[in-house]
């Protein structure tokens, strides 16, 4: 769960601790709780979540690094973005996953932050899919699941904050505060049940 800067003279540098952790994998939530009542519950991880923007010099190059499950929050890459980050880079390892679509839906994942945020992604994968993703979206770059490989080739640089990165997650609580209000205005304008009256009917 940590990425660090290795310099071939000085060795380690800068470091990202994964700041978004697994939950029930990488630490057990209501651990106290949940441990008293099972203590299979204690297998689970106890990681501490990392700190800081995310983003590390390579070279003087900024880096913006997404450990895993990270890059399915868009929040954490939008913060990276915004403290200058160049480049997004999502190292995983997927062994676990096996040969099902999860591996390709963290793919995924990666191409919609390359659009959201106008960044190149590199994504390196332990058991593969590692790929290198362009600002567009498309995969430039890409090995497959379980087989030995390696990539190299040139990626883009970009400093310009899409209109994504700036606005952030304001669209999505305008929208939902927009369907919140639309739900409750229906609810009050809906018409009252009446009690029928028995004495407005005839029976013959």
């Not at 540098?13 to 700041?19: A, E, I, T």
């Not at 029930?24 to 949940?34: A, K, N």
């Amino acid at each position: 769960n940590t990425s660090i800067v290795w310099d071939p003279v000085t060795g380690p540098g800068q470091r990202h601790d994964k700041r978004q952790l697994v939950p029930f994998g990488e630490y057990l939530p209501m651990r106290t709780i949940v441990t008293a009542l099972s203590p299979y519950a204690a297998q689970a991880g106890n990681f501490t979540p990392g700190q800081g923007n995310g983003v590390l010099d390579l070279a003087g190059v900024h880096v913006a690094v997404a450990t895993c499950y990270e890059v399915a929050f868009d929040s954490l890459l939008t913060d990276s973005v915004r403290a200058g980050a160049q480049l997004i880079a999502v190292p995983t390892n997927n062994a676990t996953f096996g040969r099902t679509n999860m591996t390709y839906q963290q793919l995924a994942m990666s191409r919609v932050r390359a659009v959201e945020h106008g960044r190149s992604v590199v994504v390196s994968a332990t058991s593969g899919v590692s790929a290198v993703i362009d600002a567009r979206g498309e995969v430039v770059e890409r090995t497959e699941l379980f087989t030995p490989a390696a990539v190299v080739t040139e990626v883009s640089l970009s400093t310009t904050l899409t209109p994504a990165t700036i606005t952030g997650s304001v669209p999505e609580w305008i929208a939902a505060t927009g369907a919140g209000a639309a739900l409750a205005f229906s609810l009050l304008r809906r018409p009252r049940s009446i009690t029928p009256n028995p004495a407005n009917y005839y029976v013959a």
